[in-house]
């Protein structure tokens, strides 16, 4: 991307009293800062709307939220950026986009929302500067249906000696119960023990982005690589069998054919676990609204419980849910420094004072990653709280949000055409796994 010019701004009649949050001109008028911010989630425009019409009744300083198209961000950021009415508030897709945009990133180490970040590590970082704030952490992991699990523990002619999903920790034994699961299809009640694998384009992100993180994530550990670094410019995709064993499992043990997933959608997928068709399905904890919205949903609150996304990598069983975020909060460093500290006051009140912190857990729906929430004021549906939960078990890692780091959409969209013809046999796996590295390579260079 060519780097936008700076837009300098000159004011005829007047100096800025830095550190305040309006402007004073030597004319005796003041400009009152304006917070413009570019929401990345049309799913909560009008809630991020209501947020800011209180934020102005209750500090006279005014947030103007637009929102940008599904999968147009960086195009829309990208024009509005060169305009007079570029945002002071954006958000950045981890260390990716900090590089596409350090020269409109301004170091918020000394902000109070950063002070109140929960865990540090998580903030996109380059030295001692501090350039991007995660505002919420989501999770995802292999949800399943404890009163069907239960049910399965429960057959007097089960094959396999587990009792309890707290026994299965590692691929081998998800592999196992999975297998007799389906050979007790009948009893349990169920068509398949997974849901319909979605594999239809532009429905396929779950598992050309949110699968792929786990191969990627163990290949970068393994190889102790520097995600900041060019390091990641290339992947040998050396854990690709490790991914098969996982898919494979999805395509053999489901609802479907493997063979007609490419007619599948989420939307299905969810539908099946809602109504008792299966056991298990992949997706996050943004999810429980999809279960809890299909008409005639069987699966009960306290039942909807999260397994680690296994995959036969060693080690795994101090492994966790896949948890991060794909967005950061930013500030624009052309803005005047009245209104950056505008933006850092809005966000700041829109994590600490009760009125943001209801609109955050009730109606955004998000963890925040703050520690200004109380227990009784973090999100309440279910996988929200497997999501805490797994991630305060003793000696078990969360697999950190890698997939920030793949090279571009064309790439994630090849793979899932290739996962496609895979899953219906027109496509060996030796050929996607080489594609896989190929394609990271000359999108990566195509990138720079």
């Known amino acids: 991307m060519k780097k936008l010019n700076k837009i300098a701004s000159v004011l005829a009649c007047g100096m800025m009293l830095a550190g305040t949050a309006g402007l ?26 209501t947020l800011a019409a209180e934020y102005e009744k209750a500090t006279g300083v005014k947030v103007i939220v637009e929102t940008a198209a599904n999968n147009s961000y960086e195009q829309t950021l990208m024009s509005k950026m060169a305009t007079k009415e570029a945002p002071t508030l954006f958000q950045i897709n981890g260390p990716k986009g900090y590089a596409r ?56 002619e089960k094959a396999t000696s587990y009792t309890s999903m707290d026994e299965i920790n590692n691929f081998a034994k998800l592999k196992e119960i999975v297998a007799d699961m389906q050979k007790n299809a009948e009893k349990l009640g169920i068509k398949g023990v997974f849901a319909s694998t979605s594999l239809k384009a532009g429905e396929d992100w779950r598992w050309q982005t949110h699968l792929a993180n786990l191969p990627v994530y163990y290949e970068f550990k393994t190889n ?108 624009n460093s052309t803005a005047s420094e009245a209104d950056q500290k505008a933006a850092a006051d809005f966000v700041y009140w829109m994590f600490s004072s009760d009125i943001g912190k209801n609109y955050v857990t009730n109606e955004f729906h998000f963890i925040a990653p703050f520690d200004t929430f109380s227990e009784t004021e973090r999100p309440t549906d279910p996988l929200a709280k497997e999501v805490i939960a797994w991630t305060s078990k003793p000696g078990i890692n969360s697999v950190p949000w890698n997939f920030t780091l793949f090279p571009s959409q064309k790439f994630k969209d090849d793979f899932g055409a290739s996962l496609l013809r895979y899953a219906q046999g027109s496509k060996e796996w030796s050929a996607v796994a080489s594609e896989v590295a190929s394609s990271w390579a000359k999108e990566s260079a195509a990138a720079q």
């Open 224 to 331: 102790n690589t520097d995600l900041a670094s060019d390091a990641t410019n290339k992947i040998d995709f050396s854990f690709g069998d490790q991914f098969r064993n996982i898919l494979d499992l999805y395509l053999d043990y489901s609802v479907v054919d493997r063979k007609t997933v490419g007619t599948k959608t989420v939307v299905d997928s969810m539908s099946e676990f809602a109504l008792e068709n299966c056991v298990m399905v992949q997706n996050g904890n943004w999810a429980w609204g999809q279960i809890a919205g299909v008409q005639g949903n069987k699966v009960l609150p306290e039942n909807v419980k999260y397994l680690p996304i296994y995959t036969g990598a060693a080690g795994e069983e101090s492994q966790g849910l896949c948890v991060g975020t794909e967005n950061f909060f930013s500030v």
């Open 24 to 49: 004073f001109t030597s004319c005796g008028a003041k400009k009152a800062a304006t917070v413009r911010f570019l929401n990345f989630k049309p799913e909560v425009t009008e809630q991020y709307k």
């Open 101 to 156: 945009w350090k020269d409109y990133c301004a170091d918020l180490k000394n902000t109070e929302l950063y002070k109140h970040l929960s865990d540090k590590s998580i903030a996109v970082s380059v030295g001692d500067g501090v350039y991007g704030i995660p505002y919420a952490i989501e999770g995802y992991g292999i949800i399943y249906n404890k009163a069907l699990t239960d049910k399965y523990f429960a057959l007097a």
